[in-house]
Nanobody, 115 residues
Framework: QVQLVESGGGLVQPGGSLRLSCSAS????????MAWYRQAPGKQRELVAR???????NYADSVKGRFTISIDNAKTTVDLQMNSLKPEDTAVYFC?????????WGQGTQVTVSS
């Protein structure tokens, strides 16, 4: 069994920065990718950024140039550096990973961007 645990959410003013971290524990093998999704109230969950085990990244258009996803050498921790945050970035952010044929989700961490 694999567990994903997120940390780093909180309240930040517009223009500020936050760093989210997600650590995977358990039977870690055959990692394909790790990713961050977000879900704002009344909206569908959407992909924010994804990084493959080989380090290839892709981002939602809305966060390109502001957010950076990275994965550690052990392939067990994925970080999301969020800069120039906007009120529309407010959402619950979820960590996601695919290992072999299985998909895993974290419980989510709240990010609120407000003055």
């Amino acid at each position: 069994q694999v567990q994903l645990v997120e940390s780093g959410g909180g309240l930040v003013q517009p223009g500020g920065s936050l760093r989210l971290s997600c650590s995977a524990s358990g039977s870690i093998s055959s990692l394909y990718y790790m990713a961050w999704y977000r879900q704002a109230p009344g909206k569908q969950r959407e992909l924010v950024a994804r990084v493959s085990s080989g380090g290839i990244t892709n981002y939602a258009d809305s966060v390109k140039g502001r957010f950076t996803i990275s994965i550690d050498n052990a392939k067990t921790t994925v970080d999301l550096q969020m800069n120039s945050l906007k009120p529309e970035d407010t959402a619950v952010y979820f960590c996601n990973a695919q290992l072999g044929p299985h998909f895993y989700w974290g419980q989510g961490t709240q990010v609120t961007v407000s003055s």
